[in-house]
């Protein structure tokens, strides 16, 4: 799930994880050699399990990774209801907007805010990272 924050720079996430080799591109290329091996002249110990342990090592940069992405989840949702009360100036696409954070809804897992501005104008469906200035 991509992190929505304050005065983030959206990258596309999906574009680097294509460009990553993953687990289940180790074991296919690990199985391809282990099935093409000569039987005369099998794999050394030493190089297999130099190759288990690089497997086990992105197994665990694997779950690392999933465990980080969760709190960057956390510390999203947690950074954006220390907003609420607060006013803060948005880039809306229209030019920038201030207002006073009011509520806080979630799509798909991604925190949302409503602003009142001064006019009692509301402003709905502002994500953290459209956020340029935070106010008391």
Do not use: C, H, Y
């Amino acid at each position: 799930m991509a992190v929505e924050s304050i005065g983030r720079i959206n990258s596309d996430s999906a574009a680097l994880r294509q460009n990553a080799v993953g687990i289940e591109d180790f074991l296919q290329i690990f199985l391809t050699q282990l099935t093409f091996q000569d039987p005369l002249e099998p794999v050394d110990n030493r190089e297999f399990i130099a190759q288990l342990a690089q497997f086990s090592s992105l197994e665990t940069a694997t779950r690392t990774n999933d465990n980080i992405e969760g709190l960057l989840d956390v510390q999203s949702v947690s950074q954006s209801v220390g907003l609420i009360g607060k006013t803060v100036q948005v880039d809306n696409g229209d030019g920038f907007a201030i207002g006073k954070v009011t509520t806080i809804s979630f799509n798909n897992g991604n925190p949302l805010l409503t602003l009142q501005t001064e006019d009692d104008t509301p402003i709905t469906g502002i994500s953290p990272s459209q956020i340029t200035v935070v106010r008391e």
